[in-house]
């Protein structure tokens, strides 16, 4: 449930992730200009805490009334619970049809960090098959601007070769020779043994794994059960 009300912006609070991978400078610029002739069109959405808001939706409609001086704007305000922030960014940026792959793949890295999701249960949850998931979580690994040039659909999703991908090619249930039986929560592939430690990261997701222990005995799972 929500309501829409009008707040001050020095009240709102922008998130530490953004729901969206790459922000697109010529939207913004098209944007501003909208809003200079006809305001501001379509609320933002905020949770309240406290004193103040946190943003959950609509980061560039509040950059842009920053930079026009304005002093409100009209935000969606959530009244329900909402445990994970990061999922209701996604969900309604995500309806609207304004993600690209790449912003999907880090929502899906995201539930595998914070909700210890494997790669079946992305399969199950969106519906995509293996060979999908290995897909985007590949984009995960690219430059930066090949990232961008998925991002805006420069190149499309199937694209993304696979025939060096040992998570891809190979079945849920085989372990790689020499490896472990736990396939990385982040890119599916099955790391070495001695390099993965309690929770098999590969040596590549270290901090994330690192992240996830954190989020592990500082007690915030807790809160998402």
């Known amino acids: 449930m929500k309501k829409l009300a009008k707040l001050p912006l020095e009240k709102i609070k922008l998130p530490e992730w953004d729901v969206r991978a790459f922000r697109d400078p010529d939207h913004k610029e098209a944007l501003k200009k909208d809003m200079e002739k006809g305001g501001q069109l379509e609320p933002i959405h905020v949770l309240k805490q406290g004193e103040e ?3 959950l939706e609509g980061r560039t409609r509040y950059e842009v009334a920053k ?24 969900k309604v940026n995500a309806f609207k049809k304004q993600l690209g ?9 995201h539930l595998l960090i914070t909700r210890q999701w494997s790669w079946g249960n992305l399969m199950q ?3 995509i098959s293996h060979r ?3 897909r985007y979580m590949k984009l995960l ?17 199937r694209n993304i070769d696979l025939s060096d991908n040992n998570s891809a090619t190979r ?30 990261f590969c040596k590549d997701h270290l901090d994330e794994r690192s992240k ?14």
């Open 53 to 55: 808001y946190l943003l």
């Open 67 to 90: 930079e026009l001086g304005m002093t409100e704007i009209d935000a969606y305000v959530v009244e329900d619970q909402v445990e994970d922030p990061y999922e209701y960014a996604f």
């Open 101 to 109: 792959p790449v912003s999907v793949a880090l929502y899906f890295q």
């Open 125 to 127: 949850y969106f519906g």
């Open 132 to 134: 999908t998931v290995a």
């Open 141 to 157: 690994k690219l430059p930066a601007e090949e990232q961008r040039e998925y991002e805006f659909g420069l190149k499309p999703l």
């Open 171 to 200: 079945g849920t249930n085989e372990k790689r020779h020499g490896g472990s039986e736990v396939r990385c929560p982040i890119c599916g592939a099955f790391p070495k043994k001695g390099e993965g430690g309690w929770i098999w």
């Open 212 to 225: 996830f222990l954190e989020w592990i005995y500082s007690g915030e799972w807790k809160k998402q059960r």
